[in-house]
C-alpha cells in the first residue's frame, strides 16, 4: 500500500470545506434613486440633480444571496435591463463561486465580440461583486480573505459629490465640516470652472488646511491644453497630491504628455473599463495613480487585476468609489490585497441615503481612517424593504 503524505495533493483535497455545488436560480438588477435637496453640487459634468444606483442580487439554490453594486452610467434603468436579460441567462444555472468561470463566459458571449462594450462591463461588475459576496458568505470568509489578505486599514479622503464650485470661504466652510466629523487629513476637489475661480479655491484650502493637508483636483475632462497649462503652475506650488481626469479617456498621447510636462502626479481609470483597457493606459505611462472602478471595470475580479498590473508598474492604486457601501466594501476588500493601494475615496460622507437606511456596513471612518470590514462576504447587510423606498427615477443624473 503507498504511504499517503501530507503533503500528496490528492490527500488534502479529502480534507477541503468546500461548500456543496450550489446553483443560481435567481439573478434580479434593481435601479434605486432620490433625488439630491436644494442645487445639487456643481462640477465638471454638470450639476447633480440626483442619485441612481443599481442593485444586483444572485441568489443561490441553498437560500444564500449576494449583492452587489453597478454603476448607473447615467442611464441606471438601462444598466438594470442588461443585467435582467442577457446576464441573468447567462448566469442561471451556474454554480456561484466559480468566479472567475462564470466571468470569463460573459466576456465571451457578451464583451469579446459585437455586444455593447462598456455597458456590459458595467452590468457584469454588479454580478461579478454578488459573486464575491455570496461566496465569501457562503464560506464564512471576507472577501478579502478569499483574495488572500487580511483587513487593512487606510487613508481617506473627503470625495464624491462633494466640494463643488463655490465660493472659496463657502468651500472651506463645507470641508472644515467634514474634517471635524470625519478627521480627514486629504480631500478632493473639483476643477474645470475657470483656471483662475479653480486657483484661488486650492489657494483657500491650502492656506486654511496647512501644508501637511494632501489636496487631489479632479477635473472631470473639462479643460483643454490652454485652461491646464494655465492652471498647472498653482497645482504645483500649493503642492497638489494629484490632478485627475484631465482629459477624455481615448486621449492617450495628451495624457502622456502631460505626465512629462507635470510635476503633479496625474491620476485616471474610472472611466476605462477591463484590463485591456487599463493596459493601454499604464504601458503608454499615462499616469501615475490607478483609478479603476469595482462597479465600472468589471468588478472584483477585474480590479484585482488592475491592481496587479499597477503593481508591475510601479504605480500608485486609489480606486475610484461610487454610490453605495456595496461597492465601498468591494474597494476596500480589493486595496487590502493590494501592496500600492494608496488612499479610498469617502465618496458617501453627504447626500448618502441609501447606505444610510438600507445598505449598512461597519466602514466608519474614523481620524481620518477607514477599515475593511471583517465579516463574511463584503460584510454589508442589504434590508430589501427599505430598497422599496427609493424608486428608480430613469434618466441622466447631471443637469446643465
Ligand atoms: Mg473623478
Redesign the pocket.
Known sequence: MTEVSVSDPGASASRLVTPAALKIVDVRARTISHRLDGQGVRFGIGRAIKRDAVIVRVEADNGLVGFGEAHHALSPTTVAELVNTSLREIALGCDPTLIEDLWHRVYRYQIRSHGMGEGVYIALSGLDMALWDLTGKALGLPVCRLLGAAPKRFPAYAGGITLGYQEPSALSDELAGYVQRFGFKAAKLRLGDTAERDIARVRRIREDFGPDFAIMV?V?TAYDWVDLLRLLPALEELDVAWL??PFPRRELDALAELRRRSKVPIAAG?NHYGRDDMRELLGRRCIDVVQGDASKTGGISELKKISDLATLHRLRFAP?TSHTNLNYAATLHVMSASPVAYFFEAAGIRDNSFSEAAITAPLGIRDGYVETPDLPGLGVAVDEAALDGFAALPGAQNAG
Open positions: 479632479d472631470n485627475e481626469e474610472e475610484h
